[in-house]
């Protein structure tokens, strides 16, 4: 499918005077390119998705190669899949451009001048993609810079009408339903009909070339009107998923379409459909006219035959198949760790191509190989970034203060908090100094601080926050706090601080003491970096994990006294929270006083900058939750790094033994266990 069979059914009859010499992929072309009923063909739909800037197999903030993650990776994976399957098309699903060291350089640090291409739009446009969506972090570093890398001429406020079109992809990008307020006309086109030739057999069992129309339409998740306020409101809205597919599938089968793709930037989710939901593709998957889906959003590969995941686990899914009420779907997981890839066996009945889903197959192939090593990179990637490479290498390695103890994030949800009392310290003292100088009327309410850990693990046993003692440069900073938000603070009462803090512990799974066979204590489903928590000498709580949810903070107490139900605080936190991120309640972006003007990685570079030397007795030890006491008969487990019990120690957590070095799940993880009595 690549562009010389493109040429085929252009010039049939020059080709049909040409066929003797070419028995391959234009051999058996029917005259007038009409093609016969009872044709079948294969078609790859090769996807990527959540690569977040991840070009090469490079961890920035440790400043080493790592092959788990990188396009230059999943480019050999494209190989292969291209040389099984000459029928393909390759399609990115969005977060392609935000969440790498090397993003932020050429966001932030050194913007990309108008004539210069995204270094991970270089790799996509060498590696021939066809066509890509749009996620919701393509907005973070806000609308004039997506315009300005994506090439394209938004009609929205903020965007001057003169503006040039700009260096940008190769290829076309879709998006239905984020719409602009100016025009109320989708931001970028809302689908795209691609036409290719592709090679097939004849009824004849002859082989020959035909013309297929693909169809492919974009959505992201509503959510990023709330995520990303500060740069979206007033200029776009958002609206439904399912609605938005009902509005235009019609009209892209009338346009000639033979297949429709939706490349939708989201995950499953069975709960009843919302214009606003998240991951809506549940719904989608219902809607009359899509042959295959292209999901992303939540970090996993989909097929997943083992999956516990209760949305891959729901009526009408597939999980080893790689269904959704019948419909083909691949998540391809995130970083390049895996490539999605969608069989279509279709048939032409004379009138239409029809996908036979009986013989379609759909896989999430990994990077990593059965004996544990990773594919080798492809070696054409690397030298098309070199220069983007080295600088964003220079630019972290720029030293910021020393610290005198090792930042982790490897015990986090068992009460290691080295990785986040920093954060939460420097938000605490902005927002202090914010008040002073800005806000006298909030002067006499205290202010505490919410972090989370970041990376704990959900993309692989090398994800985590691990910053070593000694100099602590712009690399760390951007490890302790990994995303482009804002600085936000929230004006709370004490109750709607306990809501946070308990809808925070949704993180764990109920413990029955009872039990005698091993637990589970984290809910997987529940990501970590919405594991928010107090590091305060002022704050103490417990939770309690044989609770249900709602019922899980009990001893929640502030300077030495029970916290008053009414008692008024300040909260600093970061723009994705305190818009409605994570779907916290009370959080809705309502109760926002503050929305700083200064990234909350900035504001923790400049602390860092000003305390110069950190030490664990100031920045590294005020714990303020700990696991309400209880017996359990059985083993609670959990699953971090092996060979890491000493950190734990250090952070006082005596309670942890590690079971095994290999917990048996071929990621690399050991099991832990945490003695809940003490």
Known sequence: MRPNHRACLLLPALLSALLPALPGACASLPRGGATPAGTEATLALLETTDLHANVLSYDYYKLQADPAIGLERTATLIKQARAEYPNNLLLDNGDALQGTALADYQALVKPVACGETLAIYKAMNALGVDGAGVGNHEFNYGLPYLNQVTASHFDVDGVPAAAPRCAGPDFPIVLANIVSVRTHQPLFAPYRILTRTVRATGPDGKPLTAAIKIGIIGFAPPGVLSWDKQWLAGKVYAEGVRETAQKYIPRMRAEGADLVVAISHGGLDGAPYTPEMENANYHLAQVPGIDAMLIGHEHLPFPDAASQRAAFNLPGVDKARGTVFGVPTVM?????????????????DGARW??????????????RQKDGSYVAADPAIAPLVAAEHAATIHYVKTPVGTSDFRMTSYFADVG???????????QTAYVQDYVKANLPQYAALPVLSMASPFKTGAAGVADYTDV??????????????????????????????????????ERFNRIDPAATAPQELINAAFAGFNFDMLTSADV?????????????IVGLHYQGAPLSPSQQFLVATNSYRAAGGGAFPGLDGSKTVIAAPDSSRDVLIAYIRKAKQLTRARNGSARSWRFAPVTVKGAVVFHSAPGLLDLARDAGLTGVSQLKPDDGGGKGFALYAIDLSK
Request: positive net charge; without cysteine; proline residues 3%.
């Open 354 to 367: 029809v996908v036979d889903r009986s013989r379609t197959t759909v896989e999430a192939r990994s990077t």
């Open 332 to 348: 391809a997981n995130l970083w390049g760790k895996h490539l999605g890839v969608i069989g279509l066996h279709l048939r032409y």
């Open 468 to 505: 070593k003692p000694g100099a602590v440069a712009l690399n760390n900073a951007a490890d302790l706090y990994l995303y482009p938000n804002a600085l936000h603070a929230v004006k709370l009462s004490g109750a709607g601080l306990k809501a946070w803090l308990e809808k925070s512990a």
């Open 416 to 426: 290691d908090i080295s990785a986040i009392q920093l954060v939460n310290q420097a």
């Open 540 to 552: 103490t709580y417990q939770i309690d994990v044989t609770q249900p949810v709602g019922q899980r």
